[in-house]
């Protein structure tokens, strides 16, 4: 379902206290990579706004649903040999999970990457067991290309680790 309540929009320092009671969160923090602070402070917060908000083009964003922060998603392209690939990362407040948001700033952000960077492809690494992030990237025209076996360590565990991409010729050839 298309969700035109929500908006990708940059981060401000306004943001800050909604971000620290949204991504104060273990149930995201376990998710995601070790730079995504637990606990997160307000600190952590305006590092993060004051980062992302003065980077040219834009890669990271409030997702914004019925015009109230809700979570972050970025973009970040690669260098080097992996210069046509970009990886994006996202999370979302717990309170507004099973939404479908997601799925709609996944959409958003690979329009936005296709148009704006000189990429081929657009990838995400979810941890095998986050089968809601999966879900969200396959609903999302993504295609799972591999399971790297335990190729990471969160919170002392080892995991599997997946990778889902999208190419721009099949995102052009799905007519977005
Ligand atoms: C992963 C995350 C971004 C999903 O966002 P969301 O807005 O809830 O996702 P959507 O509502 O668009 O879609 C979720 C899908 O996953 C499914 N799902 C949720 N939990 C699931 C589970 N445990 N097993 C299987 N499917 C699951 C939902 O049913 C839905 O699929 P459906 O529409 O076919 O029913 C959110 O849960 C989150 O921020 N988690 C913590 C941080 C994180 O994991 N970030 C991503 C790191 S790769």
């Not at 909604?18 to 376990?30: C, E, G, S, T």
């Not at 637990?38 to 706004?49: G, I, Q």
């Not at 479908?100 to 067991?129: C, H, Q, S, W």
């Amino acid at each position: 379902m298309a969700h035109s309540s929500i908006q990708l929009r940059p981060w401000s320092l306004n943001d800050i206290s909604d971000l620290v009671q949204l991504a104060n969160n273990i149930n995201i923090a376990k998710n995601m990579t070790d730079a995504f602070p637990n606990p997160y402070t307000y600190m952590d917060a305006e590092a993060f706004v004051r980062r992302v908000s003065t980077e040219i083009p834009q890669k990271v964003f409030a997702i914004a649903y019925n015009n109230k922060v809700v979570g972050s998603i970025g973009i970040f392209p690669k260098e080097d040999i992996h210069r046509k690939n970009a990886e994006i990362g996202y999370w979302l407040g717990e309170p507004y999970h099973g939404k479908g948001i997601m799925t709609e700033a996944v959409r958003l952000i690979v329009k936005y990457g296709f148009e704006t960077f000189d990429i081929e492809r657009i990838y995400a690494a979810p941890f095998r067991n986050n089968k809601a992030s999966q879900r969200v990237l396959q609903k999302s025209g993504f295609i799972l290309e591999a399971v790297l076996r335990m190729s990471i360590i969160k919170y002392n565990e080892l995991q599997d680790e997946t990778i889902y991409s999208i190419r721009k010729v099949d995102y052009i050839g799905e007519g977005w």
